[in-house]
């Protein structure tokens, strides 16, 4: 049975860093992709960044290109989040995503149960 578990999430005030993570089990991780949902009240649920399965390729949203970077270690098949200067409107739930396969689409197969991040202005 596929489980993400995610962590880090939290409040802080504009301008700052978080780094999420996402712990992958159940399944070959080195053949995921992987990404990263948010979804704000009232909006719908939206792909954030991604990286492919060997890490080569990476996808980011128009809003955050600049200020999140997506990564991931195979070694602990772990994928992070790393989020900086932070605004308020990414106050979401994020959410960890998987892919059956290696390559990024908008379509995941696997989710974790999400993580609050919340930006104070």
């Known amino acids: 049975q596929v489980q993400l578990v995610e962590s880090g999430g939290g409040l802080v005030q504009a301008g700052g860093s978080l780094r999420l993570s996402c712990v992958f089990s159940?399944?070959?991780?080195?053949?995921?992709?992987m990404g990263w949902f948010r979804q704000a009240p009232g909006k719908e649920r939206e792909l954030v960044a991604a990286?492919?399965?060997?890490?080569?390729?990476?996808y980011y949203a128009d809003s955050v290109k600049g200020r999140f970077t997506i990564s991931r270690d195979n070694s602990k098949n772990t994928v992070y989040l790393q989020m900086n200067n932070l605004k308020a409107e990414d106050t979401a739930i994020y959410y960890c995503?998987?892919?059956?396969?290696?390559?990024?689409?908008?379509?995941?197969?696997?989710w974790g149960q999400g993580t609050q991040v919340t930006v104070s202005s």
């Open positions: 995503a998987a892919r059956k396969y290696g390559w990024i689409t908008q379509e995941f197969d696997y």
């Open positions: 159940g399944r070959t991780f080195t053949t995921s992709a």
């Open positions: 990286t492919s399965s060997g890490g080569g390729s990476r």
